[in-house]
């Protein structure tokens, strides 16, 4: 079938948030007596937000118990120093998308409070469908995500292409039965094999065929 829609991670895809998050995961670690590494905490890129503090708080050492806190300390952190900055040529993407009537959707594990305080308004309003962390009981991995963003715009899979950056999206994309692209914007190629297709920029879009005839209208 022809795409006739595209879905888009968010942090990591459409903006240069991850190394902001994660500098608000070592805040709130830190607070207590562990310190993170980077290597530990992007693989888990696109999980539901309170996994993520579990996970790692049994990587660490820390009482799982403790999971609710320092989840609430990293979003505290994060809305009082987060810089953002979209990646080049996303918002020309996005324009082109919108002026083709191409349905678009977001499809991020953060919560709807962190979207609407840290993203422009305008571009939000871009998007047909936003799927947030708080919409499902069940996130990337699994395909509620996607296939919950598919039937918001009455697509099927296989008329959507999922555009991603870290594995667990990838998986969750692939088990909705969705092509996926990748960009190696946070992580190596090794990390995205699962996908269709890894590009090194979100600018090599526009230089795919798919997206060249998709952009023609």
């Known amino acids: 079938m022809k795409i006739k829609g595209i879905l888009f991670d968010f942090d990591g895809v459409l903006a240069e948030t991850m190394q902001d998050l994660f500098n608000s995961w070592r805040y709130s670690f830190y607070k207590f007596g562990v310190e993170i590494k980077k290597e530990d905490y992007f693989p888990l890129e696109g999980m539901e937000v309170i996994k993520i503090a579990e996970h790692l708080s049994r990587k660490y050492s820390v009482d799982i118990q403790k999971a609710p806190e320092i989840l609430r300390l990293k979003n505290e952190f994060y809305l009082n120093n987060h810089s953002f900055r979209f990646y080049k040529g996303v918002e020309r993407f996005i324009e082109l998308l919108n002026e083709r009537k191409t349905l678009i959707g977001l499809v991020s594990a953060s919560p709807k409070e962190k979207l ?3 993203v422009p308004k305008d571009f939000l309003e871009k998007f047909n469908v936003i799927i947030s962390g708080d919409d499902l009981e069940l996130g990337k991995p699994n395909p509620d995500p996607y296939l919950t963003a598919a039937r918001k715009l009455n697509l099927d899979s296989s008329e959507c292409l999922v555009v991603e ?53």
Request: with cysteine.
């Open 116 to 118: 609407e305080k840290t």
């Open 165 to 217: 950056n870290a594995p667990l999206g990838i998986k969750s994309a692939k088990n909705a039965n969705m092509k996926c692209i990748a960009i190696e914007s946070t992580l190596d190629k090794s990390y995205l094999n699962e996908a269709d297709l890894v590009l090194e920029n979100f600018k090599d879009l526009f230089e795919l065929d798919l997206i060249k005839e998709l952009l023609k209208g």
